[in-house]
């Protein structure tokens, strides 16, 4: 899979229903061993959820082959089942909770979300027809991101949670407007980077044998960058900093192909990383945390409890897993959000948290795919920003839980609890089944065999 | 762009990579020393949220495990925990398990391999593995008698039927409640589990079989006597037993209990000696009859040997090489010589059941989850220490001991009992072990019983085998021979 392919021209109808099928069985049959395991056995509830999920997948499949068929016909199951995956473990962590004296209805209100999300992804598909319009609100896109990013900060709606000022409460909800601002940045990189990218990467003083770009072409870029930055440092969101880091240095390698820049840009969060573990206590806390996560002295003080319970858990869960509902996934604080991941490979085992990889590996690489079959720059560096924003995104999380990198607070794309998340990706999906219907629509055009034409500008 | 965008779907491949190598590396390279860690308690839950087979006594579950809605699933509950802690002892998060939960845990547990097949069948029928149920040879009855006739006294009583080593009665004092290490949190488990530790009256120490041993005092003159009967001796032969015996090698002397003769002269017989629990006479037998005579007739009752009922047994010891006033000390019980309740009930046992003596057991029967009978105990001789018609004449001894001896206090009406006291010094200023060790009815023994009470009880200076430990075997006698009668 390390190479992408080009796409041949497929409508996918019929794949993307018999996929939808078995997304639905793992829906299903994932909350069944719940209900049946953990809960107080399978009754009629389960009948009711099969036939919403039914209902949902049905109307999501009838839609999108209407309004895009052409669309990828992987993106829409894939997405189903992990958001069928999360919604029943979010469910089993409720039971465990509840065993330990704690009344949490978690996945209520997630299904709720969930249901929300594919409603909001299908009006998307629905309205948005073409993605191209979307480039006129490049710099609409960039100021709402900023302010969607900054209200958490304003007084009397914003909330801190465990030392992270990114919730806002409205309507007593609670919003996380990173989830979205994430969408409008991409929209607005990708806006800016294909009106701007050549004299970005082609004018400007040549300093040392590496061409800079004129202030005047990169300004507007690195101060929407920069204040995001130092929003996220304010709200101490450490690990969305370090997504929207990535997310910018990746786009800004697709839209110039400067390699150069990549290192710089990795060179200086090298820098960044150091000196916020030596000015900022919380960041230093969290890199003693996760280098020595064992060690009974940092264990004792807190710091690394949540991280070392999701190992034992994963542990315990070995190759093949306890089982859905036969493990004690309970005892991970956030083990329905942050720590999803962890419970994940509890119950479902090394195979099913491997299974469910490869399934956000395959959404992200369809995303890909759509980028390079598509045949404008602004589809290809929002297809591009959206799928590696959701690889970068599980990276820092699932990193952080299985000690790849220092643990910091992001959600699991579909499976983590949480509203925001949960429609933000779903709308990503949409934006993805959209591009993705317009770069092989274009193939449909061609003959076959042919490798797609590239865009050029 | 497209290079681009294909060079980076290579970087993503590289991160989703390492997430899969990351993922191997805590599931299944470090998997196993995860679950190792002490602070892992998913490996406690594991361990203790199976349904665990239940103790029971006289069919009655004295300890169980019964569903509770928490991640440890089962909870182990011991009904009358203080009455039977000795026997069952406890099974927990924090400290472990102990006793027979120790002893039989593979059965409790399920996981033994008698019971493979009942393991297999419940992996067909889909259902949770069972432990089994594990039955015990103690009567309820006899248990709680013993236990109520020793009172506050810090202690032990053995109750075992002659004819088949089954342990009938097994209490030790102070005593604990193993409910309260059973409670599901570590640290307050923990935290209990180290006061009962540090707890100067030792509590979690069994008497009856170990941890410490005791000076047997005149207890272990039955043992001198068995062995002068083997030389040749009888009831009647007449012994010297002066108020006052020179020691040989010292310039000490032994004297009686209260420096009192014997009898009229400084020779009595053998029968006189045992039935006033004479010191000087028996001292003097020892010494006649030369260590290696007395090691031997000790070493067939089981002393020095380790023994299992499953519960580990301390061996009772004896002296090496002792020289001619230590054998002097050795003969009345005192010096090295040391033994577990257990061990001087097996005394009274071999010399009840006409010299042979039985295996001492505590389990009966294991059950499979089903009810089917797993192990059942086959009773067993464990050795011959006397010949019948020694034995005989060892009972004629005894029961002068509790018709008209130190043992008076024991006496029944009509039934026969069979005894010898026991007192043993502790050391200057400290008060004597005083002992108990019986059998009845003497001619035909349904039961064999030894009773220790440390440091006298309450009875200070004062306090005799004969006057604390007697009447308490004398309840626990009463009450196993009505418990014999109703089962036979």
């Known amino acids: 899979m390390a190479t992408v392919h080009e796409v041949t021209a497929r409508a996918g109808r019929l794949s993307e229903a018999s996929l939808l099928v078995i997304a639905v069985g793992i829906t299903v049959g994932a909350r069944a061993f719940v209900d049946a395991n953990a809960g107080s056995g399978i009754d009629q509830s389960l009948a009711v959820y099969t036939a919403a999920v039914a209902a949902l997948a049905i109307g999501a499949h009838v839609l999108v082959r209407m309004r895009a068929p052409a669309a990828d016909p992987v993106l829409l199951p894939a997405a189903f089942a992990l958001t069928g995956l999360g919604l029943a473990m979010i469910r089993r962590v409720d039971f465990a909770y509840a065993a330990r004296g704690r009344d949490t209805d978690f996945g209520t209100t997630q299904t709720m979300w969930a249901v929300v999300g594919v409603v909001a992804a299908m009006a998307v598909v629905g309205l948005v027809r073409d993605h191209r319009l979307l480039r006129r609100y490049t710099y609409t896109a960039g100021v709402l991101g900023l302010l969607a990013l900054m209200l958490p900060l304003v007084p009397g709606i914003g909330r801190e949670v465990n030392g992270a000022r990114i919730w806002i409460t409205v309507a007593g909800r609670s919003l996380q407007p990173g989830e979205f601002a994430k969408i409008l940045f991409v929209i607005f990189f990708a806006g800016y980077l294909v009106s701007n990218r050549d004299t970005l990467a082609l004018a400007g003083p040549k300093v040392l044998g590496v061409r800079l770009p004129r202030p005047r072409d990169l300004g507007p870029l690195l101060v929407v960058w920069a204040a995001a930055l130092l929003v996220q440092i304010a709200q101490r969101d450490l690990g969305a900093s370090l997504l929207f880091f990535g997310l910018f240095v990746a786009m800004l390698y697709v839209a110039t192909q400067r390699v150069s820049w990549v290192l710089a840009g990795v060179g200086l969060f090298a820098v960044g990383a150091v000196v916020a573990g030596t000015v900022f206590s919380h960041v230093g806390s969290r890199y003693e945390a996760w280098l020595h996560a064992l060690d009974p002295s940092v264990y004792d003080s807190g710091r690394s409890y949540q991280l070392v319970q999701g190992l034992f858990g994963m542990a315990s869960g070995g190759l093949f897993g306890t089982g859905l509902g036969e493990g004690s996934p309970g005892l991970v604080p956030y083990a329905e959000s942050d720590f999803v991941v962890a419970s994940l490979g509890e119950e479902l085992g090394l195979t099913g948290l491997m299974a469910i990889l490869a399934l956000y590996l395959v959404v992200v690489q369809r995303a890909l795919r759509a980028a390079i079959g598509v045949r404008d720059g602004f589809g290809k560096l929002i297809a591009v920003g959206l799928g590696f924003s959701m690889a970068l995104q599980l990276f820092v999380v699932v990193g952080g839980v299985t000690r790849v990198i220092p643990l910091t607070g992001l959600t699991t794309p579909f499976l983590a609890y949480g509203g925001s998340s949960m429609i933000a990706n779903w709308i990503m999906v949409a934006f993805l089944l959209r591009i993705s219907d317009v770069a092989r629509s274009s193939d449909l055009d061609a003959p076959a065999g042919a490798p797609a034409a590239e865009a050029r500008t | ?488």
């Open chain 2, 1 to 488: 762009m497209n290079e681009p965008i294909r060079r980076l779907s290579v970087v993503v491949l590289a991160l989703f990579l390492t997430l899969m190598s990351s993922a191997s590396w805590v599931q299944f390279v470090k998997a196993d020393q995860l679950g190792q860690d002490q602070r892992n308690v998913r490996t406690l839950y594991r361990q203790f949220g199976s349904f665990r087979g239940p103790i029971v006594v006289d069919g009655d579950a004295i300890v169980r495990s019964v569903p509770v809605d928490d991640p440890f699933n089962y909870q182990r509950i011991y009904a009358n925990g203080p009455l039977y802690a000795p026997v069952t002892g406890y099974y927990s998060i924090g400290p472990g398990r102990s006793a027979l939960e120790q002893t039989e845990n593979e059965l409790l547990n399920g996981s033994a391999d008698a019971l493979f097949w009942t393991r297999l069948s419940e992996l067909f029928a889909g259902t949770e593995q069972e432990g089994a149920s594990v039955e015990l040879t103690l009567s309820a009855q006899v248990q709680q008698v013993a236990f109520d006739a020793l009172g506050d006294h810090r202690g032990a009583v053995v109750a075992l039927d002659p004819r088949t080593g089954a342990i009938l009665a097994m209490v030790s004092k102070p005593t604990y409640d193993p409910s309260t290490l059973a409670v599901h949190s570590t640290s307050e488990a923990n935290r209990i589990y180290q006061s009962l530790l540090a707890d100067a009256d030792s509590p979690l120490i069994n008497r009856a079989i170990g941890g410490d041993t005791y000076a047997p005092g005149s207890a272990f003159k039955l043992v001198v006597a068995a062995a002068a009967l083997k030389a040749g001796y009888s009831p009647d032969t007449v012994i010297y037993a002066p108020q006052e015996l020179d020691l040989p090698l010292t310039t000490a002397t032994m004297h009686n209990y209260g420096g009192e003769a014997c009898g009229p002269t400084d020779y009595i017989t053998l029968l006189e000696a045992m039935q006033v629990s004479c010191n000087t006479a028996f001292a003097s037998l020892a010494m006649d009859l030369g260590w290696p005579a007395i090691q031997s007739a000790a070493a067939d009752f089981g002393w020095g040997s380790p023994l299992s009922i499953p519960l580990g047994v301390t061996p009772s010891r004896l002296p090496d090489s002792p020289n001619a006033p230590q054998v002097a000390q050795s003969g009345i019980g005192q010096f090295d010589v040391r033994a577990t309740p257990l061990q001087l009930a097996m005394v009274a046992s071999a010399i009840g059941n006409g010299g042979v003596l039985m295996t001492p057991y505590l389990v009966a029967t294991v059950r499979d989850p089903d009810l089917r009978v797993v192990e059942r105990t086959k009773p067993s001789v464990l050795s011959t220490p006397l010949s019948a018609d020694d034995a005989a004449a060892l009972t004629v001894m005894m029961q002068a001991v509790v018709t008209s001896g130190t043992g008076t206090a024991a006496r029944l009406d009509g039934v026969s009992v069979a005894g010898k006291t026991g007192t043993a010094e502790t050391g200057l200023g400290t008060a004597p072990h005083t002992w108990f060790v019986a059998f009845a009815p003497a001619e035909n023994p349904v039961v064999a019983v030894a009773v220790l009470v440390e440091n006298g009880g309450d009875m200070g200076d004062e306090a005799t085998g004969g006057r604390v430990a007697a009447p308490i075997a004398r309840e626990v006698i009463e009450a196993a021979i009505a418990v014999q009668q109703e089962r036979n």
